[in-house]
């Protein structure tokens, strides 16, 4: 990165996904709604990795899908390279698509399973009319698996034939068919056995190294996105509730619940876990679609307050691109 | 370690299949004391279920077939019962936790009921009493509102709640032994946290041996006393878990502990990934199954199957250069 100010690639703001939630036999109507995300923002910048983490229902897939605008959204805007994408139509997104790219989870799921690996790899080359003579296509398909680190030959063969891992990288090869600037990976790891998950980890780093990607990682596991990323956002319940720089937020983690995240990842170490403090928060997440009042966390948070109760704590900049939505944390 | 509460020795579990006999346990041989917990570790397809599910000969047969070995627990080889009597065993005297609460709770009864069966069934305990110990059984796994969750169906309860109804089952007929097999794995970090501290506090307030299988080693590390380290279908390490964890004497085993992220490690550190793929169980190399990948191996390890051979105090180690390894 240059001295200037970092070219934002992303700007999100104040984006809210809600789900309609519907009853009745005869006559459909809404009874309510899934507040899936509801009011996040951030920045990504060029050539960096923002982690996304949270547990379940915290709203990080849901945001990766809507920032692609793979779904609806409710408000708010998402600009992509200066451009405002939020009202684009699916002709519009065309052209930007190609820009964004996405990495799944299930490595079995994703690809199908009547394809040749050179046709799941090119597809996307041909959706976007970028395919070229036959010649040129065998050849940027080989490049493309040579770059995620799969054999020529293996184009001709099936997803079946591969294991995880590999199936993993044929994902990530078709993501970067387009050349794309940002591409968005939705718990790309956490199919894979451990002994495969650091392989594909480099993968993603040794990429971004060579050609300069910009990546939301989307993952569960506070460990793996802290290796990878560079600034991490911690949601729960559809908000963003903390947001910095990954060595800031192991170090001195400002909200209780990521404080509390960390604090239930056991560290690889006996010796270390013994004199740890186990500091282990109860309670499970509660429902999207009835967020408790004042701020979402209050049910289960260690240092509740009389005020958490009632007022929904607002993010405050802490400086240095660090920001924290608590009351312990007030101006 | 005085007389052993389990003793697993020489297990070998083979499942046929269209391209031939497949050896998912190969020669398993570990012994657990009473009150202990003991990790195995393993990727998928490294035997450590399968090993389970053979001690409570849960293993479906055919395919699959327990081939050699014995598994004596409190003195009787478990593999030479009867049926019924292996029966009267299962829930009883070891019980087993599984991954998916939700597939492993009968959707159509009662969580009151499933809690209560074993208790009435091998405590002959009549109902209305064994109801009695269930509520009790859901308020000390710190189930809210024990009492009126007795008639709730395991739908109505989210993932930690059933893994919490799970535990209270297991616990329901105070086994001497519990097998928990992945039991957070579907579950999010602070629930994994709070099932996994109330499995150890509640095993270990009626002093039973817990089985931990588990592919985290973080888990391993915060709960395990003792740990077995899988690799195609055979142990390759095993020990006190903090002898392991300081000193590894597998290359798979130091490869695993330098492949995984930790959360006290500098973000931007190379993580150091063991190349290549997990083994084809069909498909076993003639010498060691690590071999292929590991960047030691010689002509010996890939000729000649090494030994779990003593590397340290209660250590040991199956590779040709166990006392030539650093981590």
Request: aromatic share 4%.
């Amino acid at each position: 990165m240059t001295d200037s100010a970092p070219e934002r690639v992303l700007e999100v703001r104040d984006l809210k996904v809600h789900f309609p939630v519907m009853a009745g036999a005869l006559v459909r109507r809404q009874v309510g709604s899934v507040k899936a995300v509801d009011g996040v923002s951030f920045d990504v910048r060029r050539s960096e990795t923002l982690g996304l983490v949270g547990e379940s229902g915290c709203g990080k897939s849901t945001t990766g899908l809507a920032v692609l605008k793979m779904l609806d959204i409710t408000s708010g805007q998402v600009i992509f390279e200066g451009e405002d994408i939020s009202d684009h139509d699916r002709a519009r997104m065309r052209p930007i698509r190609r820009r964004m790219q996405m990495v799944y989870q299930d490595p079995f799921g994703s690809l199908n399973p009547r394809m040749k690996v050179a046709e799941i790899v090119g597809e996307p080359l041909e959706v976007h009319g970028m395919a070229g003579d036959r010649a040129a296509y065998r050849e940027r398909v080989a490049s493309l698996l040579d770059m995620v680190g799969l054999l020529p030959d293996m184009a001709d063969r099936y997803p079946h034939e591969f294991s995880g891992g590999q199936r993993q990288r044929i994902g990530i090869a078709r993501a970067l068919a387009l050349e794309p600037t940002l591409i968005i990976c939705d718990e790309p790891v956490s199919a894979l056995d451990v002994s495969i998950q650091a392989q594909v980890v480099n993968l993603f780093q040794d990429l971004q190294e060579r050609l300069g990607l910009t990546y939301i990682f989307i993952a569960h596991d506070l460990a793996v996105v802290r290796h990878i990323s560079h600034r991490i956002a911690v949601m729960y319940l559809g908000r963003i509730v903390e947001i910095a720089s990954s060595s800031e937020l192991y170090g001195s983690p400002l909200h209780p619940y990521t404080e509390a995240l960390l604090a239930a990842i056991p560290i690889p170490d006996p010796a270390i876990e013994a004199t740890r403090p186990q500091q282990i928060i109860t309670g499970e997440v509660p429902s999207a679609m009835r967020p408790p009042p004042g701020c979402r966390f209050h049910t289960r948070c260690p240092r509740v307050m009389d005020v958490c109760r009632s007022v929904d704590p607002p993010m405050r900049d802490m400086g240095g691109g660090r920001a924290v939505a608590c009351h312990l944390h007030g101006a | 370690m005085g007389v052993p509460l389990l003793s697993v020795r020489g297990l070998s579990t083979e499942f046929r299949t269209e391209r031939g006999t497949v050896k998912a346990v190969d020669d398993v041989s570990f012994d657990l004391a009473a009150g202990e917990t003991l990790a195995i570790v393993g990727e998928s397809g490294s035997g450590k279920s399968v090993t389970a599910m053979s001690i409570l000969r849960l293993i479906p047969d055919p395919p699959g077939r327990i081939a050699t070995g014995e598994v004596v627990f409190d003195g009787r080889d478990l593999l030479k019962l009867e049926d019924h009597e292996i029966r009267s065993i299962r829930g009883n005297r070891i019980a087993m936790i599984f991954q998916e609460p939700m597939s492993s709770l009968n959707p159509s009864l009662t969580i009151g009921l499933q809690i209560a069966e074993p208790i009435n069934l091998h405590r002959k305990t009549p109902w209305a009493a064994a109801m009695d110990m269930a509520a009790e059984l859901l308020a000390r796994v710190r189930l809210p509102d024990a009492r009126s969750r007795l008639r709730s169906y395991p739908h109505q309860f989210s993932g930690g709640m059933r893994q919490r109804a799970m535990i209270a089952m297991a616990l329901a007929c105070q086994p001497q032994l519990i097998i928990a097999d992945e039991p957070t794995t579907a579950l999010d970090v602070t629930v994994q946290a709070q099932i996994l501290a109330l499995l150890k506090e509640v095993t270990r307030a009626v002093n039973s041996a817990l089985i931990l299988i588990t592919h985290d080693l973080g888990v391993v590390a915060r709960y395990a006393d003792r740990v077995c380290v899988m690799y195609g279908g055979r142990i390759v390490e095993a020990g006190p878990a903090r002898e392991i964890y300081a000193r590894p004497r597998h290359p798979y085993t130091i490869g695993l502990m330098a492949s995984v992220p930790r959360l006290d490690q500098a973000a931007g550190s190379r993580l150091m990934p063991i190349d290549g793929q997990p083994p084809n169980l069909a498909n076993l190399p003639p010498g060691c199954a690590f071999a292929p990948r590991c960047r030691h191996a010689t002509d010996l390890c890939r000729a000649e199957r090494p030994a779990l051979a003593s590397s340290g105090p209660e250590h040991h180690s199956a590779c040709h250069y166990h006392d030539r390894l650093s981590a």
